[in-house]
């Protein structure tokens, strides 16, 4: 998949995107949205294989900290692998509970606003990903 996206020019459209939306929060919001709606879509490791390469650079060029990012990108992923329409756990939990996935869906609405609040947080407030490193000298 990787692969096609690159022969599609897939990487140059995603960067000309996030950098049409210009400024710092703008385009730390616009590569959130894009993880979330390829999280809802792919599990974590290919979302992570293919957006973490054209992604990362961007949010390093607009003075995002890599390990900053890497946490956004990794809470991102794992919302999106429960956020519908296809939210992947949410049909592993419908299948081992046997509980039909739309009745499930309406239960977990109140838990996904409390992770995309949660994951906004750590978006706005870097020192909650990094200051354990400030703590131990790294």
């Known amino acids: 998949m990787q692969q096609l996206l690159s022969v599609m020019g897939a990487q140059e459209a995603i960067t ?8 710092y929060y703008p385009m730390l919001f616009g590569m959130m949205l894009i993880v979330l709606v390829a999280g809802t879509f792919l599990e974590s490791l290919p979302n992570t294989i293919i957006l973490a390469p054209v992604l990362a650079p961007i949010a390093m060029s607009i003075g995002v900290d890599p390990i900053h990012f890497a946490v956004i990108f990794l809470v991102g992923d794992a919302v999106g692998f429960i956020t519908p329409p296809y939210g992947l756990n949410l049909y592993v939990a419908s ?15 109140p838990y996904l606003l409390a992770l995309l609040l949660a994951w906004l947080l750590i978006a706005l407030a870097p020192w909650l990903s990094l200051g354990l490193l400030s703590l131990y000298g790294s």
């Open 95 to 109: 299948g081992i509970t046997g509980i039909p996935y739309f009745r499930l869906l309406k239960y977990t609405l």
């Open 16 to 23: 000309k995107f996030v950098y049409s939306l210009g400024g």
